[in-house]
C-alpha cells in the first residue's frame, strides 16, 4: 500500500509540475502557438487533478489595506484620486505578494465553531499550562536544592568516582531508614 500512494504521490507531482508551466505560460501572456505544451503522456488522463491546484476563494478576516479600501469613504476627495484605476493596483501584483496573501489567508482560523473533541484538547493543554507554570514558579526546598547541588557536582566527576561517590551517597538514606545513624557512627 504504501508503494502505491508513494507511485500516485510522484504521478501527482509530476502532472502538477506541468500544469504549473502550462499555467505560468498562460500567465505571461504567451501567443497561442508559445503556450507551453506538456510533455507527459498521460498528463490529460490526470486533468482532474487541477481542482485540487486552484485555489479555493477564501474569506478573509483580516482588515483590509488603504488600497483595498471602498471608494465612498467620508472625507473629502479630489478629482486626482478618482482618475486613479484601481485594477492596476491588482494587475501589478507581484508573485511574492501573491504567495505571501496566500500564506496569511491559510492562517486565519477557520469560521466554523470548534468540535467537542478539539475543546477538550483545549481545556487539557490549557490545564496542562497552568500546571506546568505552577511547577516552574515553585522555589525548590532545601533537600530538592541540595539534590540539584549534588546532581551537578557528580555530573562533572569522572566515571569511577562518580560510582563511589553514588555508593557513599546511597548509604546514607538507607541506615537513616534502619535506624542506624548518629553524630558518633556516620555513614561513610
Known amino acids: 500500500i504504501n508503494f502505491l500512494k508513494a507511485k500516485i504521490g510522484s504521478l501527482r507531482s509530476t502532472y502538477n509540475r506541468e500544469h504549473k508551466k502550462v499555467q505560468d505560460s ?5 501567443t497561442a502557438d508559445d503556450v507551453y505544451v506538456p510533455r507527459l503522456w498521460y498528463y490529460h488522463s490526470l486533468h482532474f487533478l487541477s481542482d485540487q ?19 465612498d469613504q467620508p472625507g473629502p476627495s479630489t478629482q486626482e484620486e478618482d482618475v486613479e484605476e484601481p485594477s492596476l493596483a491588482q494587475e501589478s501584483l507581484s508573485q511574492e505578494e501573491a504567495v505571501a496573501s496566500s500564506l496569511t489567508e491559510s492562517q486565519v482560523p477557520p469560521l466554523r465553531p470548534p468540535t467537542k473533541r478539539t475543546r477538550i484538547l483545549e481545556e487539557s493543554a490549557a490545564v496542562f499550562l ?22 551537578s557536582k557528580l555530573k562533572h566527576m569522572e566515571e569511577g568516582q562518580r560510582t563511589i561517590c553514588e555508593e557513599i551517597i546511597l548509604k546514607g538514606p538507607k541506615q537513616g ?6 553524630n558518633s557512627n556516620p555513614p561513610v
Request: hydrophobic share 30%; aromatic share 2%; charged share 15%.
Open 53 to 71: 491546484t486552484e485555489p479555493r476563494p477564501s474569506l478573509s478576516t483580516l482588515p483590509s489595506t488603504s488600497a483595498e479600501a471602498p471608494e
Open 130 to 151: 497552568l500546571q506546568a507554570t505552577a511547577a516552574l514558579n515553585t522555589t525548590p526546598g532545601v533537600n530538592e536544592a541540595f539534590g540539584c547541588v549534588t546532581a
Open 177 to 182: 531508614d534502619e535506624g542506624r545513624t548518629h
Open 26 to 30: 498562460l500567465r505571461s501572456g504567451a
